[in-house]
């Protein structure tokens, strides 16, 4: 039997969850997975790196890898190496240090781009040194930034709608966003993610911060076309929590974002967990506006924190990846 092709969009800790949880599918389902990750991200280490060396932010797509990694002793460690964040050292001050801040996986992956002068060549080869089960692309090879029109941002005038810009500052708002774009507008799309894309049986789409991890997916133009252009079947996995950035919209609302922002899109299954829903009904309303049917099952950590646990979200996956196998 061939192994289930599932395409992961995302980034940060939302993907990095769903490709833990996918892992943890093995071996009730045999899955070739693909992880294709935001790279808008303007903050911190991938920030600085960003800025300082014009690469590829490479922080969702370390903490992707590292989630695909094998469970091996020496993977492992690799794996914890990526992961290891320097501390300020000596006697300055942490802000002076240049590797204060900065994860090994970062840089590591920044000294591949650099070396090999392709991200794809790059995140293979790391891949590699992790033993991925799995392959991680980035959306784009071109830096791309997030902005928002945000309603709100200053006390004093709440009805005002201003530009935000940066990912970061998207993420962190105080305002309601009222809509995001990327910029440059149409950016090329990562080849190796369309093709993924067109020979995938299951697109995942989420957890995630909604408009700064998932719908930037949906506005690569090559990209949203494959989407919807692909024979695969779409399932979205719902957040168990409104993030900052997302302030002010309902569960359902998350579903209605994805079809204004891509129209055609159509989805199959909706996956949530049900005390974050609550009332199912409006979200199997939003559901059914997709196409889609909602599948509610407990998919969060038991500590009532608003994380998902990878375990109970594999056992979900398993038979609805699994359903026509």
Same mark, same amino acid.
């Given at each position: ?19 833990? @949880? ?99 060549? @790059? ?203």
């Amino acid at each position: 039997m061939t192994a289930i092709k599932v395409v992961a969009f995302g980034g940060g800790h939302g993907l990095s969850a769903s490709l833990r @949880a996918l892992r943890r599918c093995a071996p009730d389902l045999e899955l070739d997975i693909t992880a294709v990750v935001t790279v808008g991200d303007d903050g911190g280490s991938s920030g600085r790196l960003r800025a300082e060396r014009g690469a590829l932010p490479p922080g969702d797509l370390r903490q992707a890898l590292v989630a695909l990694a094998a469970e091996r002793p020496a993977t492992r460690r690799s794996a914890e190496l990526f992961q290891h964040r320097f501390t300020g050292g000596g006697d300055r001050p942490s802000g002076e240090d240049p590797l204060a801040g900065h994860a090994v996986g970062n840089l590591v992956l920044l000294g591949l781009m650099e070396q090999l002068g392709d991200p794809v060549a @790059a995140l293979d080869h790391a891949g590699a040194m992790l033993g991925a089960i799995g392959r991680v692309l980035p959306m784009s090879c071109q830096q791309i930034g997030i902005e928002a029109r945000v309603r709100g941002t200053d006390p004093a005038r709440p009805d005002a709608v201003q530009t935000v810009r940066g990912q970061h500052a998207v993420a962190v708002t105080q305002g309601r966003v009222e809509s995001v774009r990327l910029t440059p507008s149409g950016p090329q799309a990562c080849r190796e993610a369309v093709v993924a894309v067109g020979e995938a049986d299951w697109l995942i789409f989420g957890p995630g911060s909604w408009y700064t991890s998932v719908i930037p997916h949906l506005l690569v133009p090559e990209l949203a076309a494959a989407i919807v252009a692909s024979p695969a079947r779409r399932l979205v996995t719902l957040n168990l929590a409104t993030e900052q950035e997302t302030l002010g919209l309902s569960v359902a609302d998350h579903l209605a974002a994805l079809r204004w922002y891509l129209p055609e899109l159509r989805v199959d299954l909706v996956l949530a967990d049900g005390k974050a829903v609550g009332d199912p009904e409006p979200v199997d309303r939003a559901a059914e506006s997709l196409g889609a049917r909602l599948v509610l099952a407990p998919v969060a950590v038991q500590d009532g924190s608003p994380r998902h646990d990878p375990d109970a979200l594999g056992a979900a996956l398993v038979p609805v990846l699994g359903a026509d196998r």
